[in-house]
Structures are given as structure tokens and as C-alpha cells.
Nanobody, 115 residues
Framework: QVQLVESGGGLVQAGGSLRLSCFVS????????MDWYRQAPGKQRDLVAS???????IYADSVQGRFTISRDNAKNTVYLQMDNLKPEDTAVYYC?????????WGQGTQVTVSS
């Protein structure tokens, strides 16, 4: 069974940075589209950033210029570098893998940005 394990969340002050990691087991990310989503309390889960298997990256308007998605195929890990964090970035961040028509989710990691 494919497993995605996120790490790197935590509490940070506004203007600070965090780097999230998502390690994927049992299925190569090199042939997968990899995404980061986030869900704030009482809100829907929204796409934050996407990295396609073809090398294209997509960002939500709210994080464009502040967040960077990247991947290390050799380590089967995808990253989300988050800079200039704002209180509205507070949410649980989820890693998502789309492979062979199937979607897989991690358990999520909490990011809290204090003002």
C-alpha cells in the first residue's frame, strides 16, 4: 500500500519560513503528479501547489511568489518551501500523489503562523 508521510510543520511567527517534506513509499514519485493541499478549520481542502511528472509547477494565487514546490526523485520525496508566512497560511497541510489514476493522501502536518 502506498504511504505518504509529511513532516516539517510547526509554529512560526509571521514572516518566517518552514519547509515541509513528504516521503512516499512503495510508488515512485517520478511518474506521479505531486501536490500540496491545505485545510483550515471549517474550510474546504484547497490546492496550494502542484508538481507534475512532466516538470510543470502550479501555485495558488495566495501563495505565488512565497511558496516553492520541489521534488527529489532519488529520495522519493516532495518538498514545500514556505517563506514570508502569514497568519492566513495556518492550516493542516496534506501531501497528495496522483498516479495511475489513483489518488493517495498523507496524514497531514499542522502549520500555525502567529501574528
Amino acid at each position: 500500500q502506498v504511504q505518504l508521510v509529511e513532516s516539517g510543520g510547526g509554529l512560526v511567527q509571521a514572516g518566517g519560513s518552514l519547509r515541509l517534506s513528504c516521503f512516499v513509499s512503495r510508488r515512485s514519485i517520478s511518474i506521479s503528479d505531486m501536490d500540496w493541499y491545505r485545510q483550515a478549520p471549517g474550510k474546504q481542502r484547497d490546492l496550494v501547489a502542484s508538481s507534475t511528472s512532466g516538470g510543470r509547477t502550479i501555485y495558488a494565487d495566495s501563495v505565488q511568489g512565497r511558496f516553492t514546490i520541489s521534488r527529489d526523485n532519488a529520495k522519493n520525496t516532495v518538498y514545500l518551501q514556505m517563506d514570508n508566512l502569514k497568519p492566513e497560511d495556518t492550516a493542516v497541510y496534506y501531501c497528495h500523489q496522483l498516479s495511475g489514476g489513483m489518488g493517495y493522501w498523507g496524514q497531514g502536518t499542522q502549520v500555525t503562523v502567529s501574528s
